[in-house]
């Protein structure tokens, strides 16, 4: 989804109790935990929930490298990328929280990467038990809307149908796949041929230049080539637990480095002009668009590596 389409969720309870965004903003918990799987939404619902009560979105990794301050609200996004730099970091970020002071607190993690020792250390630091909550998957009518959203003049039944015909369905109750892959089903003329052609279709659209009137000159690179160096760039960013990269020493830091000392090829900085990265908050500074995107890249990467014949990792 972009800034400027937002579908309002739904987040419910294990014992199925159901909330809508102001529903949720009003209960007495002082610490809610938002939980779901990677692409279905936590960000933006992060970043809606965020503006509702006026505050400005941290994430957890760069929350715990910032100076404490006091605050009415405070809302963190990913904690579940903490747990692959150490899982005492979570408690750290915890306490940080709790030491701001703030009457409400909303975290949200990968639901896979959330224990429930977690939930244990919430109830001990802040003396009373989180809330914890699930994304409610999109239904068929906001899979309709979304993809109406992106091509308003296809056919949102057409595109429904087709992805059932290879068992795309349980996916697409994912907002991030009805993004790539009602790409590449417009691109591959509103159909598909199977799993394994949709997922590459759906990179291979995001590595391609949509703007005809902008250039590199004689350099560009053809877009085999940008999503080859995306998928070296997402590997490292992946492994090292990075946020994304940098465009100049100034810019660089832990969690954006020099996109330079990544990748040595000339035309390196091309793959920062693909639907593959988004700027950051810093000026300077880009992100992949959705990690899910970098983690299946890098997935793809690794395991042409794993498979060369000369050489292999």
Known sequence: MDSKFYLSRILRTTDNQEFNEPELLSVKNKVIIVLAEPGAGKSYLLDSLAKQIGVTKHTANIFIHSNEEKCASLVIDGFDELVKIDSSM???????AKNTSAERIILSSRSSEWFENYTHHCKTIFGEDPLLVYLKPFEE???????????????????????????????????LFIQLFSKSYVENNQRFENRYSAFKLAIEGLAKETNSSYSFGNNILPALKKIELAEDIFTKLML??????????????RFYPHIATLNSDINITQILSTQFFLPADGVEQHRPIHRIVAEYCAGNYLAKKLTLATNPL
């Open 90 to 96: 979570v408690i750290k970020a915890l306490v940080m």
């Open 141 to 175: 009518k906001e899979q309709k809307a979304l993809f109406l959203h992106y091509y308003p003049q296809q056919n949102a039944e057409q595109f429904l149908d087709e992805a059932d015909n290879i068992e795309l369905t349980p996916l697409l109750a994912n907002p």
């Open 240 to 253: 090292s637990g990075s946020e994304g990269v940098s465009l100049s020493d100034s810019a660089s830091n």
